[in-house]
């Protein structure tokens, strides 16, 4: 899947990463509909 990954100061990307797991029965996978970056 793709996201947006920091990669440092100034430097934010659009990645391929691999989709999330549930590794322990307490994980949850979050499904985010809206976001925001502030570039200062």
């Known amino acids: 899947m793709k996201a947006v990954c920091w ?3 100034n430097d934010v ?10 590794l322990n029965p307490r ?3 979050l ?3 809206a976001t925001t970056i502030c570039g200062v």
Not at 15 to 22: A, E, L
């Open 27 to 29: 994980d949850a996978i």
């Open 7 to 9: 990669h440092g100061a």
């Open 13 to 22: 990307r659009v990645d391929n990463v691999p989709d999330p797991k549930i």
């Open 31 to 33: 499904k985010v509909t």
